[in-house]
């Protein structure tokens, strides 16, 4: 082969693009059409809280910062996961779940079914060895988490409990801003 045949390699140099700067773009919620809150638990769980699962060599805030991160990295063009609340007394943690499209609503439960059956399930069960504090019945069924939604539109938060009690007093105050007090405790 002639020597001067790749004498004009520069021109041909394209510099390979870093997979973990690509992911690097700061969360802007601007930039995302829907957002949901999910609680996620354990299926068949074999502990009752994240405590617990020290037993099974698992640091939880670590596995979840982890997955969270990839998954970040992986998925930067259509999703963006943030953990809200991890409190090790107890036995769900709470995920703010970001899309770039909008979900129709018949369609969101498919959804985010696929992103957290799908798509965390493996770097979880066999990533950080949540395997292991899954049950039988999870492990035959390889089903890791239970998992609720709720979407998210900031103004439009209700101020019900649980019971379906009113905890904002604010709707109980009339509009000439008098409070009275009605019964003694």
Not at 90 to 115: G, H, P, Q
Not at 177 to 185: F, G, Y
Request: proline share 2%; net charge negative; glycine share 4%.
């Amino acid at each position: 082969m002639n020597e001067d045949f790749f004498a004009d390699y520069k021109k041909f140099i394209v510099t390979p693009v870093d997979e973990k700067k690509n992911g690097k773009e700061a969360f802007d919620p601007k930039n995302y059409a829907s957002h949901y809150i999910l609680t996620l638990s354990i299926f068949d769980s074999r502990i009752t809280s994240w405590k617990e699962a020290s037993k099974y060599e698992i640091d939880v805030e670590k596995s979840i910062k982890m997955v969270l991160e990839e998954f970040n990295l992986q998925q930067f063009e259509k999703y963006h996961l943030e953990l809200l609340e991890l409190d090790h007394s107890k036995n769900y943690f709470v995920l703010a779940l970001s899309s770039k499209t909008k979900f129709e609503t018949k369609e969101e439960n498919d959804r985010i079914s696929f992103i957290v059956d799908r798509i965390l399930l493996n770097p979880f069960y066999v990533g950080q060895g949540w395997f292991n504090i899954v049950g039988e019945k999870g492990r035959v069924a390889r089903k890791l988490f239970q998992w609720s939604n709720m979407k998210y539109e900031i103004g439009a938060q209700d101020y019900l409990s649980k019971d379906g009690k009113i905890e904002n007093i604010s709707e109980f105050i009339p509009k000439n801003e008098e409070i009275k007090l009605v019964k003694n405790l």
